[in-house]
């Protein structure tokens, strides 16, 4: 079977809840990653208390960067929905 013959094969009701299942994951763990990004890089007084006192403030926004590209990359993933494909 063929690449093409893969992609127009139609997606049996199993497949199609399990892919809009994983889509679903994937937004959500998504935006509570970049949330978590945002609690990183945007310290409030709680935060700081936790966070920011104790460790090192280069370390805390590239972890915040690092959280939002990830965040990003699983938003996108859940958008392209490319899960049966090897």
Do not use: Q
């Not at 992609?7 to 049996?12: C, F, G, I």
């Not at 935006?31 to 990004?37: E, K, L, Q, R």
């Not at 409030?44 to 460790?55: A, G, P």
């Amino acid at each position: 079977m063929s690449l093409e013959d893969f992609e127009r094969k139609r997606l049996a009701e199993r497949e199609k809840g399990i892919l809009r299942m994983r889509s679903i994951t994937n937004y959500g763990m998504g935006i509570i990653i970049i949330a978590f990004g945002f609690f990183f890089m945007f310290p409030t007084k709680t935060t700081w208390e936790l966070f920011h006192k104790k460790y090192d403030e280069v370390l805390l926004k590239l972890l915040a960067v690092t959280c939002w590209l990830y965040g990003a990359f699983r938003v996108y993933r859940g958008y392209k929905k490319n899960y049966f494909r090897d």
